[in-house]
C-alpha cells in the first residue's frame, strides 16, 4: 500500500478518515456523510480469472453436490448480471440481479468493492481509496497473496498491496437467479453457518434461508427433493465498525472494483471450493 513519508493515517471504526501531511501546511479530512454523487450508475459484471488460484465450489450452501454435468459444464455468462451502483446521501448500495441459470443454485456470495492495487515504499504512501478501504475491512497483498492486518504494512514494503471491504453476502435462488439490493453498511470477515459457529453479538444477523434441492431441478441429480433450513451470518471483521454502523468516509473513490466471491464455508473437501472469486466490474468514479 503506498505510504506518504510522515504519513499520519487515523481511521475510526465509526468511518472517519484524516489524512494529515506533515510538512505540507495542510490537511484533507473525510467525514461521514458529506459530498453526493450521481445514483444508479449501471454496469455488467464479466467472468474473472482468479489469480490466487482459490478453486470453485460445487456445493450449494447446504453441500448439496451439484450434479456431474453441471460441474462439467456450467460457466459464468458475459453479458447477464447486472450490477448497478447508487452513491447518494443516505450512503453506498449495490442493485445485483441475475437471470434464471446465470449464477449458480442455492449459493452463496460474498459481495466486495477493493481499492487498486499499488506498490507499498516509505515514499509513496497510502491513499485516499485503499486507506478507506482498508482500514475499515481488510488489506491483501498481491505479491504474496495472503491477507495482511494493519500492523503488517510496514514489514510488506515493496509488495503490492490493496484494501478491500467484505461488506454483505447474497443468496441466489434454486434457480440460480438474485434480484437484491445490498447496501454497504458492514465490515465482514466471511460467512459462517450457524451449524459450524455460535453466532456473537458483534456479527451481522441470522439469516435463513430454505435450500430446494429438486429433483430434475437446474443443477441437481438427486433421487429426490430435498429441503433443509440453513441459518447463515457475516462474521465482524475485528475492530471495525460493527454491522449495520459502517459508513465510508466522505470523499471521491476511483479505480474501486466490485467482486463476486464464492463463499465456501471454510469447506474441506475438493468440491467445496475456497473463497474463488468469479466476477467483477470496474467501478466508475464515485463520492460519499
Not at 458529506?34 to 459484471?45: D, I, M, Q, R, Y
Request: net charge positive.
Amino acid at each position: 500500500m503506498r505510504r506518504v513519508q510522515m504519513l499520519c493515517v487515523a481511521v475510526a471504526s465509526v468511518g472517519i478518515v484524516a489524512l494529515v501531511l506533515a510538512g505540507c501546511g495542510g490537511s484533507m479530512t473525510g467525514l461521514i456523510g458529506g459530498g453526493v454523487s450521481p445514483a444508479g450508475a449501471s454496469l455488467t459484471l464479466a467472468p474473472y480469472v482468479d489469480g490466487a488460484s482459490q478453486t470453485p465450489r460445487w456445493m450449494d450452501l447446504a453441500d448439496t453436490l451439484y450434479s456431474a454435468v453441471f460441474r462439467s459444464t456450467y460457466a459464468y455468462p458475459a453479458d447477464t448480471v447486472q450490477l448497478s451502483l447508487n452513491s447518494d446521501a443516505a450512503g453506498l448500495s449495490f442493485g445485483i440481479s441475475a437471470p434464471a441459470h446465470a449464477l449458480k443454485p442455492n449459493f452463496c456470495y460474498q459481495m466486495k468493492i477493493e481499492g487498486p492495487s499499488v506498490v507499498s515504499s516509505p515514499q509513496t504512501g497510502l491513499d485516499f481509496v485503499n486507506a478507506s478501504l482498508g482500514y475499515n475491512g481488510r488489506w491483501w497483498d498481491d505479491t504474496q497473496n495472503i491477507a495482511l492486518t494493519d500492523a503488517q504494512i510496514q514489514s510488506h514494503l515493496g509488495d503490492t498491496i490493496k484494501g478491500y471491504l467484505y461488506f454483505d453476502f447474497i443468496v441466489t435462488n434454486a434457480d440460480g437467479s438474485i434480484n437484491a439490493t445490498v447496501p454497504v453498511k458492514n465490515s465482514f470477515h466471511v460467512t459462517f453457518k450457524s451449524t459450524q459457529q455460535r453466532r456473537t453479538a458483534n456479527d451481522g444477523p441470522l439469516r435463513t434461508f430454505a435450500v430446494v434441492a429438486a429433483k430434475g431441478g437446474w443443477g441437481y441429480d438427486v433421487r429426490k427433493t430435498t429441503s433443509k433450513s440453513v441459518k447463515l451470518f457475516g462474521q465482524w471483521e475485528p475492530g471495525r465498525a460493527l454491522p449495520g454502523t459502517l459508513r465510508l468516509p466522505a470523499g471521491s473513490y476511483t479505480g474501486v472494483e466490485f467482486r463476486l466471491t464464492e463463499e465456501s464455508f471454510h469447506a474441506k473437501t475438493p468440491d467445496g471450493g475456497n473463497w474463488r472469486t468469479v466476477m467483477n466490474a470496474a467501478l466508475p468514479a464515485f463520492a460519499l
